[in-house]
């Protein structure tokens, strides 16, 4: 299963730290052990829904844990009826 994550926490981070409430949100991600790609406007994990459903939420409510008033999390998920479902290699592989 692929799911890709667009926090939008309000505000982003602090006067110190300009993105402190994303990064809270990425860090989750990084400690999943779920393979991940951070872009620019969003974050790609690869792995088994029942990682991913929770990861999700828990990249949510991180950043309200960090501090932000509100979040709008973007949620995007592909996923096949085999087994192992799409993967991000496959996916971007002729353009890289």
């Known amino acids: ?11 982003a981070g602090t006067a110190d730290d300009r ?3 994303v990064d809270a949100a990425i860090a ?7 393979k991940y790609e951070v872009h620019g406007l969003g974050t790609v994990v690869e ?20 501090g932000a008033e509100r979040t709008l999390s973007i949620i995007k ?7 192992g479902g799409p993967r991000v290699e496959d996916l971007v592989r002729k353009f890289r």
């Open 1 to 11: 299963m692929l799911a890709e994550i667009q926090v939008i926490p309000r505000p």
């Open 19 to 21: 993105y402190r409430h």
């Open 28 to 34: 989750v991600i990084q400690a999943s052990g779920l």
């Open 47 to 66: 792995g088994p829904p029942e990682k991913i459903w929770p990861l999700l939420q828990a990249v949510h409510q991180a950043t309200l844990e960090a």
């Open 77 to 83: 998920v592909s996923s096949g009826a085999q087994a």
